[in-house]
């Protein structure tokens, strides 16, 4: 997630099986789609290319980006950020007038709704609003696009099978009673350097009663902190770490599959689970192909694409790989979903990050 991806669209001579897929799916657009909406398809071709910025992996979002240019000969500028990173472009790019975004994509849901708040965030009724749940949805700003369930990643050579966790309260009693044994190959994000990790570290905080107990046991067992999910998972694989908690739930399983040495465990007794949140921007430079993606994005066909990669669609009435039901089960069915509303932003005060920090900090010398 560090560096520029871009997808370019191909030539706009298509073959005649290609251009008659894209005329198919301009005369029957889906149902709840207004009779004008031909319109900004012909506007977003006209622009030729959508920008995005985003926190999801390449992996995860190439097919999605290959199906809507195969769609519509729009070209693509995926870029690959950090969620810290995202926001900060936005922001500067906002304030410099010189947006150069048309979508951002990010699993930071707090520091999006920031984003709206200071007006760098296109209103924009969407189509496809109707299919998402309430909570999915802030004032047709911010859309969640996902839901996430975070996990706890394990080195299963390593690790003893008797000590993975399969609760929350496991993995507090795990680090106070083995914290020696454990000393130094534990993980987690760093909740200053990702903002991913602030967001869960702020939903465990008001959702369960043993967050500070879990930070000073993780802190006095000489915990490793990272700003990203892909640096766990190269600590686990390799060993350096045997377990990772709050790894991003999809990356987790789909790193399951590619390695035999990886092992993934979802908390029964709760599990947060983020929405990764995507807008269009206020100044976008290709507006209509940003507004063109994100209907995409949500639509049956685009949740479909995404749950092709493990990313866990949230379109209602979605049945298929990872859905509502296998989320469910995986979690043991007490998944704490975080809502797309504005009291995310209320983390985010400047006093209130001070506080935190300086507890957390506190915490991870093993004092408290």
Known sequence: MTSRRSF?????????????????????LPAGYPADYAALIAKAKSEGRVAIYTSTDESQGQPLVEAFKQTYGIGVDYNGLGTTD?????????????????????????????????????????PEAPNLPAASLYKNIVYGTSIEPVAMLYNKNLLKPEWVPKTRAELVKLLQEHGKELKGKI??????????????????????????????????AEGKVYGASGAMREKVVSGEQWLAFNV?????????????????????????????????????????????????????????????????????????????????????????????????????????????????????????
Do not use: C
């Open 8 to 28: 370019v669209a191909g030539s706009l001579a298509a073959t005649a099986a290609f251009s008659t897929s894209r005329f198919a799916f301009a005369q029957s």
């Open 86 to 126: 995202v926001y900060n472009r936005v922001i500067s790019e906002g304030a410099a007038g010189q947006m150069g975004a048309d979508i951002a994509w990010t699993s930071s849901m707090d520091l999006q709704m920031v984003l709206a708040q200071k007006g760098l965030l296109e209103t924009y009724v969407s």
């Open 248 to 368: 991003i739930g999809s990356y987790a399983l789909q790193w399951q599959r590619e390695s035999p040495v990886v092992g993934v465990s979802f908390a029964s007794d709760y599990t947060a689970a983020f929405q990764r949140v995507a807008s269009v921007t206020k100044g976008a430079p290709h507006p209509a192909a940003g507004r063109l993606f994100l209907d995409f994005m949500l639509s049956e066909r685009g949740q479909s694409l995404l749950a092709s990669k493990g990313v866990p669609p949230l379109r209602m009435g979605y049945k298929g790989p990872l859905d509502a039901d296998e989320m469910n089960k995986l979690t043991g069915g007490n998944m704490k979903i975080i809502p797309v509303d504005e009291k995310l932003a209320n983390n985010m005060a400047p006093r209130f990050r001070a506080d935190f920090f300086q507890q957390w900090k506190k915490a991870m010398r093993g004092e408290g």
């Open 187 to 220: 993980a987690s994000f760093d909740p200053e350097k990702s903002g991913i990790g602030f967001l869960l570290a702020q939903t465990d905080l008001a959702s369960t009663s043993s967050f500070w107990d879990l930070a000073k046991a993780f802190g006095a």
